[in-house]
């Protein structure tokens, strides 16, 4: 949470004409969570059950165009269903200024920090899918954004 994917992975679809799948609606909508964990202040996700949601629509969609789906992780899905990972990375300060505007509490923003400062996600992404689909963008400013989701329209027209 908090490095922008939501915002850029809006701004990819509206770009290219593609469907947008906020992962983290489709699992609130389709209530995909086994319990809450309180200390983190979050649901625990079904994994099996998202998955189920989402498969009729991404192996359909990716063969008519293309889904652009954004998630705070993406190990969990099948290869199968990305031609790009996009890793979007901040600053640890510009981070943490993020997550507290959002009220998140000390244990789930230490949480972050750490994922981030450890690289978690680019990590996870690079052991599930082939290394040389998995790109890692900063996502600091707007600016960075604005590049960002150019870079990605470019590489969307040269496939």
């Not at 319990?35 to 998202?50: A, G, H, R």
């Not at 189920?52 to 199968?80: M, Q």
Request: net charge negative; aromatic share 8%.
């Amino acid at each position: 949470p908090g490095v922008g994917k939501t915002a850029t992975a809006t701004l990819i679809a509206e770009k290219l004409g593609l469907h947008h799948a906020n992962i983290g609606s489709i699992i609130l909508q389709n209530k995909c969570h086994l319990e809450y964990d309180k200390t983190l202040d979050t649901q625990i996700l079904d994994e099996e059950k998202l998955l189920d949601i989402l498969e009729n629509d991404f192996d359909n969609d990716k063969s008519t165009g293309g889904i652009v789906a954004d998630y705070h992780s993406c190990e969990l899905f099948p290869e199968r269903w990305f031609d790009l990972v996009i890793c979007l990375r901040v600053d640890t300060h510009v981070l943490y200024d993020r997550l507290v505007s959002r009220g998140y509490n000390e244990v789930k923003r230490n949480e972050n920090m750490g994922a981030e400062i450890m690289r978690v996600v680019i990590d996870e992404a690079k052991q599930s899918y082939a290394e040389e689909i998995v790109q890692e963008l900063s996502n600091n400013t707007l600016e960075e954004m604005d590049q960002n989701v150019g870079r990605i329209e470019a590489w969307y027209h040269q496939w």
